[in-house]
Every structure is written in C-alpha cells, then in structure tokens.
C-alpha cells in the first residue's frame, strides 16, 4: 500500500470482513480489531463491555489535556434484511466502480477507517504532538447506544475533550444538530357485535382509522409549519396497526405504533402532551369508543453550537476540501452525538462520507473518493490542532 486513499480502502475491507450486525450486537471480534490497530499505532487501549456483547474500544494518545480531540465511530451494523439480495457477498468488502461495498461499509465503517488511519498518522508523529487524541470504537449505535457510548461516558471511559466528531453520513458536511425520535403506542377499545348488524357493536378499526387522519393533519397543519433551519419539519410515521379477530366480527381493539422525529428545541413532555391532546379531542368527538396513548419511548435529537474556533477550523478544512459552503448542516437520523454533548468541551459535530439513505440497504456501498476526501479532512484537522 502506498497512497492514502489505498490504504484506507484495504483497511475499509478488513473491517466489512469482520461481521458485526446487530441484533445480536456481538461486537467483540471487531473491537479487538480496532484495539490492536490502535495499540498498533502507540495508543493505550481499553477494551471493555457491560455485557458479553457490547464490546467497544477507547484508544488514548498523549497525556496532556488540552487541547484534546475525539474521534468516534460506532463499530455495529444493522443486521442483513430478511429479503435481502445482494449483488455481492455482503462481509467480502468487494470493491467495483469506485465504490467499496459491504453490510455496514458506509454505516460505519467509512468513518471508522477514516478516523483510525488519522489517528495512525498522528501516532507516527508522537514526538511533535501537544495535547491528547482519544478514539472512541463504540458497540450499541444501531439500538441506540444505552449500552455503548451512553455506558461508556456514565462510567467514565470517555475523557472530556476540546473537540468531538462523531462519523456518520453527512456527505462530508459538517452536521450540528440531528433528529431525535419519540415512539408512542395509540390504541382504541370499542365493542364487539356479529357482522350482520355491525351498528350493534362500536368498530375499533373505524376509530382509529379517524385518529389516523388526525395525525395526518396534526403532520401538516403544526409540524409543517415549525420546521427547523437545519432539519426541516418534525414528522410522524404509523408503522404497524394490529386489531381485529375476525372479518365477521366487530373488532373491539385496535393499535397503532407510530415514530414520531423530534427536531431540537422540541421537549419529550411537550410532545407526549401534543399527542394526548389529539386523543382528547378525538376522544370527545366519539364517546362510545375508548381512545388512548402510551408506551413512550424517547431518544434525544442533538443540536451543538454552530460557532467556536475549533468548529470554524473543521468547517473550512472540509469546505476546501469539497468545495462546498462552509456552513454547517443537519443530519436528519439519529447518532451518538446526543450521548457526547456533555464531554465536548468545545464544539461537536457529526461528520462522515456518504448519505444515510444508502445506509441499513441491500449492496450499501461508500464512494472511494469521499472516502479519502474524509481520510484527508479527519487527518489534517488532527494534525493542525494536536501537532507542534
Ligand atoms: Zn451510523
């Protein structure tokens, strides 16, 4: 290997050859990947989990605390779909038309093997560096990081740093605020009758079916109508309804589950109560059927400041090296990021090759060129700030 762009493409392919879906989440092979890498390249490691699964890797560079700098990427992968057909072997790291291909090559071991190749050549040049960089491998981003870098950071594994990028697909961008997400479970009780006078009973199905058109409208008439400057609207997705026994039955019970994208600003309580509201307005429209929401469950969106000299610096070492704007983008799906907010001494960001809409899909690929564009943005961000 003699360019960088080869090299981080070869390493790009050892890291696909190392499967790591999750569920099951078992990501212990790959951290040791990583830790022997890292330790490779003179850091001091730190292999640990909170169960036999979660593995994730804390890699340091230099002792002294400022200025300090962290590099994270999640290390699991979305398993392979149940329909999947891949034109190529999914775990080979196959590389065609400029594109590396593989489970996971894009989301997000694009990253990883951007931010483990800069953080090697920082490791070649330890005698000309200030400060520390510390590397974080993290297990747990795809089920939402309660066992990986939450755990990691509430017990300590995650030093304060001046500056923190966590890799995701930004397209190279530099992202500074994501979506978070409210799950909720709707559910209408009704009565049961024959089918043959159906008046007799009270039509669950129906009942939703009206709550769902309220959700359509509460969509378009208020979410639409306070989008955020760099996320766009909030938005509500019905992704399963159940009810009914039998198509000769009144069905008595009906559920949906619904996403619900928060964008910064928005509080868990304060939706929780925009949806109970629908519900008891709905609610007052149809006595005769029961209506309700629960189950709530709440992952935080992530929105950092957009200014401080270490975000100026980053913004226009990508803007260079893009040729775009340098002004900061949102990220619409969720990332670790929202877990590292209270490390980042600085500034946070979330930044990465690629566009997520390529993630978590059959033949995910990322594009070797914006795979070294990363490489190169990642390294001489590193080098500027941590070398002498
Ligand atoms: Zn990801």
Known sequence: MNSPAKDVVALLQQLIRIPSPNPPGDCRAIAEFCTAFLRDAGFTTTLVSPDSRAWSVVGTLGSADMPSLLYHAHIDTVPLGQNARWSVDPFAGVVADGHVYGLGSIDDKAPLAAMLLAAATIGAQVERMQGRLVVVCAAEEEVGGRLGTRWLVEQGYVPPCDFVVVGEQTGNRVATAHKGVLRAAFHVAGRTAHATDPWRGRNAINGMAHLILDLERYQTEVLERRPHPLLGPASINVGVIEGGVSANVVADACTIRVDRRTVPGEEPQTVMAELQTIVARRQALDPERSYS???????????????????????????????????????????????????????????????????????????????????HILRQFAEEMLLA
């Open 293 to 375: 929401v629960g189950d709530f469950l709440v992952s935080n969106w992530f929105q950092a400041e957009a200014d401080g000299d270490l975000l100026l610096r980053f913004l226009s070492i990508s803007a260079a090296a893009t040729g775009t704007s340098a002004s900061p983008v949102g990220y619409l799906p969720g990332s670790d990021a929202k877990h590292l907010v209270g490390v980042a001494r600085q500034g946070i960001i979330v930044f990465g090759p690629g566009t997520y809409q390529v993630a978590h899909s059959t033949d995910e690929f990322v594009d070797i060129a914006d795979l070294a564009t990363t490489y």
